[in-house]
């Protein structure tokens, strides 16, 4: 894949179950070595898109190429490229940690030497050493999260996608999962990842995609969705009511609260509204002042008319 070829590049994706129409006329590009957060409510077709992407499922109409293969007419050059974690674990209970992750480089075509150490270094790097050699049904939720991105990561693919893939973990994990996307982009490793957990598109996501009905309706950073929705403000504090009408009175879409001695004025968070706001005050009577952007959470609600719901899933532990 050239250096300038898009990891994955969708004109005018579609699917459909009989009258039920899941994708309608997707457009996505997702750059090399860079973390892309697809989000939307449930039944969005943000799993489909995935399987599809994956060669898991086929396509209807739409160009798509992934890794630089047409995943109509290259599926194989596509499923050498890539790894997958979907939102169920792909591992074989009955087997240990060190089973299942030589039975991945094994399908991996990976040649001895290289799959023992691959499997020493993927049992290190998710602290896995202890448990390697019992039964994959003894781990924690955690651990078995742990373990399937391990087992997608063995073979070193260039593109990973990622399913939901802390549905139900706890905090801790989170975090932790966290850190190993951070590590592979670093490596320059490309991440699609679905999630309806917004804070974990903050952190992680270059860009994200909002989709809804089919379609992405919003695209781009983190800061720029937040941007396209009300919600943003700046909240300055002064020293006494009369500042404080005084600028209720420069500023009519404010909001006053006069026994907290605040004004609350419309921003979009840039630096061009907070300097316009900041034009506008008495030095001497303001005594605070915090800036506050629109979340994500308000993000999905103005685009989609839904608010975000986490996966329901029971919490588990490392």
């Known amino acids: 894949m050239a250096a300038t070829t898009p990891a994955i590049e969708v004109v005018g994706l579609t699917k459909s179950y009989g009258d039920h129409t899941v994708l309608a006329g997707l457009d996505l590009t997702v750059p090399q070595g860079s973390v892309y957060a697809l989000l939307g409510p449930n039944g969005a077709g943000k799993t489909t898109t995935v399987n599809i992407l994956s060669t898991l499922l086929a396509p209807g109409d739409g160009e798509i190429r992934v890794a630089g293969f047409d995943v109509r007419s290259e599926p194989a050059g596509v499923r050498a490229a890539i790894g997958v974690t979907g939102q169920f674990s792909a591992i074989d209970e009955l087997l240990t940690g060190r089973e299942n992750l030589r039975l991945m480089a094994d399908l991996a075509h990976l040649d001895r030497a290289t799959a023992t150490a691959a499997v020493t270094a993927m049992l290190e790097r998710f602290d896995l050493v202890d448990a390697a050699d019992r039964r994959a049904q003894t781990y924690s939720g955690g651990m078995k999260r742990r373990l399937d991105l391990a087992m997608t990561l063995i073979a070193r693919p260039r593109l990973i996608f990622l399913d939901e893939p802390t549905?139900?973990?706890?905090?801790?994990?989170?975090?932790?999962?966290?850190?190993?996307v951070r590590e592979q982009v670093a490596?320059?490793?490309?991440?699609?990842?679905?999630?309806?957990?917004?804070?974990?598109?903050?952190?992680?996501?270059?860009?994200?995609?909002?989709?809804?009905g089919g379609r992405l309706v919003a695209e781009g950073t983190a800061a720029e969705l937040k941007r396209q929705v009300p919600?943003?403000?700046?909240?300055?504090?002064?020293?006494?009511?009369a500042g404080l009408a005084t600028a209720a009175a420069t500023y009519p879409r404010a909001i006053s609260n006069v026994p907290a001695l605040t004004l609350q004025v419309p921003s979009d968070g840039s630096v061009a509204a907070l300097r316009q706001v900041l034009d506008g005050l008495d030095d001497d009577r303001v005594v605070g002042l915090t800036v506050e952007s629109?979340?994500?959470?308000?993000?999905?609600?103005?685009?989609?008319?839904?608010?975000?719901?986490?996966?329901?899933?029971?919490?588990v532990s490392a």
């Open 231 to 241: 919600g943003g403000h700046v909240t300055v504090q002064f020293t006494d009511a």
């Open 187 to 212: 490596d320059g490793v490309t991440v699609l990842l679905t999630t309806q957990y917004l804070d974990e598109a903050d952190q992680l996501a270059d860009r994200i995609g909002v989709l809804d």
């Open 167 to 180: 549905a139900g973990l706890d905090p801790r994990s989170r975090r932790d999962l966290w850190a190993i």
């Open 294 to 315: 629109a979340d994500l959470d308000d993000v999905f609600l103005a685009l989609t008319g839904h608010a975000a719901q986490a996966p329901v899933a029971q919490e």
